[in-house]
T-cell receptor
């Protein structure tokens, strides 16, 4: 089956690192994504990782993939108040242009 | 990249009425998708809309309730028919153009 799970809430202090975790069930997923949704806004693709990779870094963002455990994480270094948003993990079981399966989203709150 | 706009951005509707949401993309794309995000929930795919053919609906969604048009490669509409309060959601248009892009969403409230 297709299921993506995330913790619902994370609170961090400004300047600390945030780690948002996600587990997925479909081992055939070829791409795994992280989207950001700010209040009242649409979804913004933050980053994605191909399933044959175990790490991807993009400025303050680091994605780690443990394919054996079907575990994906997003680390945000030096978290800022502007990072406060809902972060969605998504898998693309068929690759290419097909439906994405989303997690419920993790609400990140950054406090001074 | 693909820039997507949606109209309306939000609406408040009465029970039993219908609302048509428009999605416009700034480039030609083969596949367009319509998602629903219910309050506090994740996104769920409603249907895939291909130009020149009928939309393909996911389990739990039917054409009579959510008719879709795809007249050309840059435009699509989703109609939410005979609305009830349970249809209150954000409806998002999405396209695939080397990656998945999402529109800003239409926030629908049904009274």
């Amino acid at each position: 089956g297709e299921d993506v799970e995330q913790s619902l809430f994370l609170s961090v202090r400004e300047g600390d690192s945030s780690v948002i975790n996600c587990t997925y069930t479909d081992s055939s997923s070829t791409y795994l994504y992280w989207y950001k949704q700010e209040p009242g806004a649409g979804l913004q693709l933050l980053t994605y990782i191909f399933s044959n990779m175990d790490m991807k870094q993009d400025q303050r963002l680091t994605v780690l993939l443990n394919k054996k455990d079907k575990h994906l994480s997003l680390r945000i270094a030096d978290t800022q108040t502007g990072d406060s948003a809902i972060y969605f993990c998504a898998e693309n079981p068929s690759g290419g242009y097909n439906k994405l399966i989303f997690g419920a989203g993790t609400r990140l709150a950054v406090h001074p | 990249s693909a820039v997507i706009s949606q109209k309306p951005s939000r609406d408040i509707c009465q029970r039993g009425t219908s609302l048509t949401i428009q999605c416009q993309v700034d480039s030609q794309v083969t596949m367009m998708f319509w998602y629903r995000q219910q309050p506090g929930q994740s996104l769920t795919l409603i249907a895939t809309a291909n130009q020149g053919s009928e939309a393909t609906y996911e389990s739990g969604f039917v054409i009579d309730k959510f008719p879709i048009s795809r007249p050309n490669l840059t435009f699509s509409t989703l109609t939410v028919s005979n609305m009830s309060p349970e249809d209150s959601s954000i409806y998002l248009c999405s396209v695939w153009s080397r990656e998945q892009f999402f529109g800003p969403g239409t926030r629908l409230t049904v009274l």
